[in-house]
């Protein structure tokens, strides 16, 4: 069975950077996001069927916050709206921990009437799991936070830890507790390590419709494995750096200096090779992303020159004289293919008008 990569993400109920969303959703296998809203519903089911035009209304006593709430509240709907088509597929919307926990036992006394007073009295008394799981969050990253974490950051980082998901985090005003350099996992330090790929190699990024994202991740499925564990390798070199107890920016600090030393410019030699070429087919590939992907993906096994010339003879009837030194690069390293392939289809047009 396939061992999914899946992030959750930690630092709000939507994302605000587009190339960090983007970026995301090649990555992981699939993305959750908590909605901090209070229904009795199914939240992917909930905002596939929101309608529009929709009114928002605050109840209670206006302290002065009310607008940034309001506002939020309309970033966050607008967000989901944009991308629901992903919904079910390869992105995940939760009810926040107390929503859960309320639905739970409505949901109880609905079904069998009754409820257990004990049960009842406790979460009354903020003595229940869920609440204790939010007290203890906030015990880690050693401040109080407003109503926005407990729903959002707290339900993250419990799901995260419960079924091994990996955090996106983007806002450093969002505390995240230190981690353990003991604990640190091999999918942790990858899943920093591609973000930083991004960050570093492919600074300018579209903006891309749902529909966009599907097909890039249907375009470079196949070389996403490959492309994870030439990373995997490299996060030793990003743990032996850290100290026993790290904070996420010293994490992030250290992912960026292995991309910005080793990854970038092997990436930048790769792609001068192929500039200077002046093959056709070499620019039709590169130019052309599903040209080539398919070709990096079945030379995984055994990638020589020889066999991915053959690939390219059966593929394209036009080949001209290929640079096999170019070609065996290519070929060896799955994580410079990869990262090219996406820099051409994330900022493909944006010069263009």
Not at 83 to 102: A, P, T, W
Not at 166 to 180: E, M, R
Not at 249 to 258: M, R, S, V, W, Y
Not at 308 to 319: E, H
Request: with cysteine; charged share 30%; hydrophobic share 35%.
């Amino acid at each position: 069975m396939q061992n999914k990569y899946i992030g959750i993400y930690y630092s709000d109920s939507y994302f605000k950077e587009n190339r960090l969303f983007v970026s995301a959703q090649i990555f992981y296998d699939e993305i959750h996001i908590i909605f901090p809203i209070d229904i009795q519903k199914d939240m992917n089911e909930y905002i596939k069927t929101f309608k529009v035009p929709y009114n928002i209304h605050h109840i209670g006593k206006d302290d002065g916050s009310i607008d940034k709430q309001i506002k939020k509240m309309i970033d966050t709907i607008e967000f989901a709206l944009k991308k629901r088509s992903l919904i079910g597929n390869c992105l995940n919307y939760h009810s926040h921990l107390l929503n859960e926990k309320i639905n739970y036992l409505v949901n109880k006394i609905m079904s069998t009437g009754r409820i257990k007073y004990d049960e009842l009295l406790n979460f009354m008394l903020g003595r229940d799991e869920e609440t204790q799981i939010i007290r203890d969050f906030f015990d880690l990253i050693k401040t109080e936070g407003d109503e926005w974490q407990i729903k959002v950051s707290s339900t993250a980082y419990y799901k995260s830890k419960k079924n091994d998901w990996q955090l996106i985090t983007d806002n450093s005003d969002t505390p995240i507790p230190q981690f353990s350099k003991t604990n640190l996992k091999v999918k942790q330090l990858t899943s920093i390590l591609s973000e930083k790929c991004f960050e570093v190699l492919i600074p300018r990024c579209k903006e891309a419709a749902a529909d966009e994202i599907l097909e890039i991740r249907k375009k470079l499925s196949d070389v996403l494995i490959p492309y994870r564990l030439t990373l995997q390798k490299l996060t030793t070199e990003i743990r032996g750096a850290l100290s026993e107890k790290v904070t996420i920016d010293e994490i992030k600090n250290e992912a960026q200096f292995i991309v910005e030393s080793k990854i970038e410019p092997a990436v930048y030699e790769l792609t001068k090779k192929i500039e200077q070429s002046n093959d056709k087919i070499l620019i039709k590939i590169f130019g052309k992303v599903l040209g080539w992907i398919p070709i990096i993906a079945s030379t995984f096994v055994a990638p020589t020159p020889d066999k991915l010339y053959t690939i390219l003879k059966k593929t394209y009837s036009d080949i001209g004289s290929l640079s096999s030194d170019v070609f065996s690069e290519i070929s060896r390293d799955h994580s410079l293919s990869f990262l090219i392939s996406s820099e051409k289809m994330l900022t493909e047009g944006q010069n263009d008008g």
